[in-house]
């Protein structure tokens, strides 16, 4: 009995432990969430200016511009996907994946190649893990992009982009990450990042920035728009600063969303850490009541035998 008690008492001790470590990474996540949705916030108005820019390029003159309303058959896409570096977050690597696969599944089944770039270390690992190819990976920070991490996967996603298809060129891209609705929603999202089409240009601003919507009388401001030299060289200037933003954009709403998965997973797990304890010291009571009561017998059971 006194072995057994020892088991429950190591069992305690560690749990306990392990309750400190989930209940520190959950108050670092929830600190860290609105930092995230902070800088988010602080992003907006440059991402705003330059989604009403580009609403008013697109729809007020007639250019032809290769990032625009693209006319060939896709053959090859892009899909970039947006993970954690690390676990310890839920479902949130785990949805992203599962989303990516299903929309490789349906590119694939419309005749299409794919080509995977890959943000986090989790989407890396199962890609590596499952020996598929990807064309290039990010690691590092994914909890707090920098603007500079953006750049360097637009360079990338616009350089395939820009090859002809003979040469491992794309005809579209996709991004799959996760939106940051509330502390307790995040959504996986599929979002279509080139070419861009004349149609959406009213509601580039929800893309951009979740919350924000070009309203009637901001959309018909654009009309006083003049364009020096002209729109194909103000397009041409604006299009890799906007797709940095939208990129960044993703990056945030991910970073805030892997937080928030983060911290309800460990708040659950600390939940659950206080029920273990709970077990554990209720099993230790009933073995440490099960050998008084043993001891007692004994103790009576001796002195029976010698009464008798």
Known sequence: MGAQIRVYRQKIASTSSMKKIFKAMEMIATS???????????????????????????????????LINQS???????????TSDRGLAGSYSASVLKKTEGLIEKLRGEGREVQLYLVGRKAKSYFDFRERSYEKAWEGNTDAPE????????????EAYAR???????????????????????????????PLAVSDA?????????????????FKQNSAFDFEPNPQNVLDALMPRYIA?????????????????????????GDNADELIKKYKRLMNNARQAAITQELSEIVGGADALAS
Not at 147 to 158: F, K, N, P, S
Not at 182 to 192: A, G, N, Y
């Open 147 to 158: 603007v500079q991490t953006a750049v360097d996967i637009r360079d990338a996603l616009l």
């Open 164 to 194: 002809p298809f003979e040469e491992g060129g794309v005809d579209d891209l996709h991004i799959v990450y996760t939106e940051f609705i509330s502390m307790v929603t995040q959504e996986t999202k599929i979002l279509r990042l080139l």
């Open 32 to 66: 860290r969430i609105n930092k995230a949705r902070r800088n988010a916030n602080a992003a907006s108005p440059y991402a705003n200016a330059l989604t009403k820019a580009v609403t008013a390029i697109a729809t007020q003159s007639s250019i032809s511009h290769p």
């Open 245 to 269: 933003s939208r990129l960044y954009a993703c990056l945030l709403e991910a970073a805030a969303s892997e937080l928030a998965s983060r911290q309800r997973a460990m708040k659950s797990a």
């Open 72 to 82: 060939v058959n896709s053959r090859r896409s892009a899909v970039l996907v947006l």
């Open 202 to 218: 009213r509601s580039m601003g929800e893309e951009i920035v979740p919350g924000h919507r070009l309203e009637d009388d901001e």
